[in-house]
C-alpha cells in the first residue's frame, strides 16, 4: 500500500466545478481525480528533466547527467 500524503489544493470554482462533474461521471470521488491528475503531471516533468542521450562526447569526461542545470527528478521510492 502506498503511503500518501495530504495537502490543500486552491483553484477557480470554474476548475473545481469541471474536476467535480468529472469524478461524478466517472462515478469516482474527486480526490481519486486529483490524485491521478497530480500523478500524471509528476510523471510528465520526471520524464522531461532526464537528461537526453547524446551520440558526442564531452571534453572533460563528464556526463550529460552531471552538466545538466537542474536536478534530475526521481521517483520516489
Not at 489544493?9 to 462515478?27: D, F, H, N
Amino acid at each position: 500500500m502506498k503511503l500518501l500524503r495530504r495537502t490543500t489544493v486552491s483553484a477557480p470554482p470554474s476548475v473545481i466545478q469541471t474536476l467535480e462533474a468529472e469524478a461524478k461521471r466517472r462515478g469516482v470521488p474527486l480526490a481519486a481525480l486529483l490524485r491521478e491528475a497530480v500523478e500524471e503531471k509528476a510523471s510528465m516533468l520526471r520524464s522531461s528533466r532526464r537528461p537526453r542521450v547524446g551520440v558526442a562526447r564531452s571534453r572533460d569526461g563528464r556526463s550529460a547527467a552531471e552538466v545538466t542545470a537542474e536536478p534530475v527528478a526521481e521517483e520516489p521510492r
